[in-house]
């Protein structure tokens, strides 16, 4: 229930958001609304978290978990989701910027462009579930990749290609087209204009896209489930280890993951085990939404066009 009311609270800044975005005349009222209800809500919920904790407080964030589960904290889940982000973002953000920008600048208009770009549109509709059984049977099998974090990453990064090849789809399209012109009559190439011109006034649609793919990376099970995430692994508490617990092909613990075992598979477990493993990782996803919000919004205002 506490969870479930969190997460009303967090959606009512965001209609706010959208309503101060189309009108002019109450904008800093509705945004400074917005910001108060997040600002309470966020602080509600870390509070239950934290003064209701049996585990040790912020050594919750540092430790790793103990006693089957119902003791401890979440470092080596915590370790795990970041290494997942990590190698997926690098997987998936050259592939999909390069394939934007060829569908959007240099592919022709034919019967293949137009299956390309159908396919990317179904593809980013397709439950996560299924991204999951394909990377089993591409990276896990085919592949011979095994069930690792390499092959989980590759399954992620699969998963958030469409997001990251449409929002730069989309991007390089809002560049007006009279700034192309203008290019070309001076006497630039094709890859001189978009690589001077085009990418550099769309950077910020490119990047928010990016940045979306790291958060849904963060809160995805699924697609984790059969490729790579473990139950338990026994991590080191301190040295380099601590810090660098899994290798490319070893399997990996993961927040998404370990909140859904404590949750359904774990006896005796305390309620605050639960909402802490909850409220970190609705934190992770809310603040890299907030980053991309923030960001997208300064390199906007920098434009002068």
């Known amino acids: 229930m506490v969870i479930g009311i969190g997460c009303v609270g967090l959606l009512i800044p965001y209609f706010l958001i959208e309503a101060a975005k ?20 966020s602080i509600w919920l870390v509070s239950i978290t934290i003064f209701n904790m049996d585990n040790g407080g912020f050594d919750f964030l540092t430790l790793n978990p103990k006693k089957r589960m119902t003791a401890g904290g979440i470092w080596a889940p915590l370790i795990g989701t970041f ?13 999909g910027i390069l394939a934007g920008v060829y569908l959007s600048e240099f592919a022709q208009e034919n019967w293949f462009t137009r299956v390309i770009n159908l396919a990317v549109v179904n593809l980013a509709g397709v439950p996560s579930i299924v991204h ?10 085919f592949m011979d990749m095994g069930r690792s974090l390499l092959a989980a990453s590759s399954t992620v990064a699969v998963m958030t290609l469409p997001v990251i090849i449409t929002s730069t789809k989309e991007a390089l399209s809002s560049v007006p087209q009279s700034f192309r012109a ?6 630039a190439t094709k890859w001189q204009t978009i690589r001077t011109i085009v990418l550099p006034n769309s950077i910020s649609g490119i990047l928010t896209g990016v940045i979306l793919q790291v958060a849904r990376a963060a809160g995805e099970t699924a697609p984790i489930l059969f490729t790579g995430a473990l139950f338990y692994k026994k991590v080191a508490d301190s040295g380099f280890e601590s810090f660098a617990p899994y290798g490319l092909d ?20 305390s309620e605050s085990f639960q909402f802490g493993t909850a409220v970190v990782l609705i934190g992770l ?10 960001f997208r919004i300064y390199l906007r205002a920098r434009k002068r066009w």
């Open 182 to 187: 203008a290019c070309w009559n001076m006497g």
């Open 285 to 294: 996803v809310l603040m890299v939404n907030s980053v991309s919000i923030a």
């Open 132 to 141: 999951g059984l394909f990377g089993v049977g591409a990276f896990v099998y």
């Open 250 to 269: 070893d399997r990996f613990m993961a927040l998404s993951y370990h909140l859904f075992t404590v949750a359904t598979q774990v006896q005796d477990v």
């Open 22 to 41: 189309r009108s002019e005349d109450n904008r800093k009222l509705l945004m400074g609304i917005a910001i108060a209800i997040l600002a309470g809500v």
């Open 83 to 95: 290494l997942l982000v990590l190698l997926s973002l690098v997987i998936s953000a050259p592939i």
